[in-house]
Structure formats: structure tokens, C-alpha cells
């Protein structure tokens, strides 16, 4: 089972932009779309975006819609979530995965640390 290891987090303000990355570890993204996930506390884990393994984006919640980028690199073995304009409710842990075709919201690998971001307004 391939491994995913999130980073890219850290302290950002309110308007300030974030890269997150996924990458692979044992294996290759190629053979399977990705998607991003967060989870504040006390809140359930929320599907945030997905691409597909051609590199092309399915899904984006109204979340964070109009202000995020997923995308993939040709080598598949990294995909990134690229967070503009950020809001104080954008703080949250965020988390990637291999969506499950039959539930997207869920995740097919076991939850990785992720990465948190806090943003202060």
C-alpha cells in the first residue's frame, strides 16, 4: 500500500496563500486519483477537492472553491493543494488520500499525521 505523507503546513494570516503537498512513499500515485481532506476539531473530516489520474479536477467544495488548486505532477509522485485567500475557518488539519470511488468523503489508506494549518486573522 502506498504511503502518503502530508506537509506544506504552518501559521499563515488571513488573505495569505498555502501549498500543501502529498507525497508517495512505496508506490506511485499514478494509479489512482487523489483527493484533500481537512478536519477542525470538533468537526467531521471534510472532502475538500479531488483530481483525477489524468490530472484533471472533479470536485471542489464550496469551501474552499474559487481559491484553492489541486493538482498532480506528471511524475506522479506528489499532488499539491494550493490555498489562496486564507480564513481564520481554513485552520483545520488537512489530510490527503485515495478517494474511494463508491464514497469519495471516505478515504481508502489509513489517515496519515497531515499537516496543520493555522490561519489568525
Known amino acids: 500500500q502506498v504511503q502518503l505523507v502530508e506537509s506544506g503546513g504552518g501559521l499563515a494570516q488571513a488573505g495569505g496563500s498555502l501549498r500543501l503537498s502529498c507525497t508517495a512513499f512505496?508506490?506511485?500515485?499514478?494509479?489512482?486519483?487523489i483527493a484533500w481532506y481537512r478536519q477542525a476539531p470538533g468537526n467531521r473530516r471534510e472532502l475538500l477537492a479531488t483530481?483525477?489520474?489524468?490530472?484533471?479536477?472533479?470536485y471542489y467544495s464550496d469551501s474552499i472553491k474559487d481559491r484553492s488548486t489541486i493538482a498532480r505532477d506528471k511524475a506522479n509522485t506528489a499532488a499539491y493543494l494550493q490555498m489562496t485567500n486564507l480564513r481564520p475557518e481554513d485552520t483545520a488539519v488537512y489530510y490527503c488520500n485515495i478517494p474511494p470511488p463508491s464514497d469519495p468523503t471516505t478515504g481508502f489508506n489509513s489517515w496519515g499525521q497531515g499537516t496543520q494549518v493555522t490561519v489568525s486573522s
Open positions: 512505496g508506490g506511485s500515485l499514478g494509479v489512482t486519483a
Open positions: 483530481v483525477t489520474r489524468a490530472g484533471n479536477t472533479e
